[in-house]
């Protein structure tokens, strides 16, 4: 079985001790960490690059970061090809939006509209964990991808 940490939205910085702390609980059983973007700064990037990282630029990402990652990618993990984006526009239409951004994928893992969402649509599974920061009164929010012939996503509480 393989386990992914699926993060986005952090909008961080710096790697903060409770970022650090956290992260460590969530993710300490994964073996590969995703950010679909909008970590903000280089620095939280070269904390989460102690897990094997595959991240995307977000509309926030500073320009160090918009350098150093793709817009989007194709991770092939367990048998399952995986689409990353983070997303742009409307929330209301950003299923749309990255649902076209990819053909051939099992998954895609997007952010961008801060509301977690876990669908499946044309035989693709569409996951999204949320804002690791939350806001608005909702508490922040992870998610866990579990793959072993089929795929399960878990959306996990931060804090």
Same mark, same amino acid.
């Given at each position: 079985?393989?386990?992914?940490?699926?993060?986005?939205? $952090?909008?961080?910085?710096?790697?903060?001790? &409770?970022?650090?702390?956290? $992260?460590? $609980?969530?993710?300490?059983?994964?073996?590969?960490?995703?950010?679909?973007?909008?970590?903000? !700064?280089? @620095?939280?990037?070269?904390?989460? !690059?102690?897990?094997?990282?595959?991240?995307?630029?977000?509309?926030?990402? &500073?320009?160090?970061?918009?350098?150093?990652?793709?817009?989007?990618?194709? @991770?092939?993990? =367990?048998?399952?090809?995986?689409?990353?984006? /983070? =997303?742009?526009?409307?929330?209301? =239409?950003? @299923? &749309?939006?990255?649902?076209?951004?990819? @053909?051939?994928?099992?998954?895609?893992?997007?952010? /961008?509209?801060?509301?977690?969402?876990?669908?499946?649509?044309?035989?693709?599974?569409?996951?999204?964990?949320? !804002?690791?920061?939350?806001?608005?009164?909702?508490?922040?929010?992870?998610?866990?991808?579990?793959? &072993?012939?089929?795929?399960?996503?878990?959306?996990?509480?931060?804090?």
């Amino acid at each position: 079985m393989v386990r992914i940490g699926i993060l986005s939205d $952090t909008h961080l910085s710096a790697a903060t001790d &409770d970022f650090r702390k956290i $992260t460590a $609980t969530l993710f300490h059983h994964v073996d590969m960490l995703v950010h679909a973007g909008d970590m903000t !700064s280089v @620095e939280v990037h070269d904390f989460l !690059s102690n897990w094997e990282l595959k991240a995307v630029r977000g509309n926030m990402d &500073d320009f160090g970061l918009k350098a150093l990652l793709p817009e989007k990618r194709i @991770e092939n993990v =367990g048998g399952k090809a995986i689409g990353i984006i /983070h =997303g742009r526009g409307n929330a209301a =239409g950003i @299923e &749309d939006l990255v649902f076209r951004e990819f @053909e051939g994928v099992d998954v895609i893992l997007f952010g /961008h509209s801060h509301i977690p969402l876990n669908t499946v649509r044309n035989g693709v599974h569409l996951f999204n964990p949320g !804002s690791f920061r939350g806001g608005m009164g909702k508490p922040g929010t992870a998610g866990i991808m579990e793959i &072993d012939g089929t795929v399960r996503f878990t959306l996990l509480r931060v804090g």
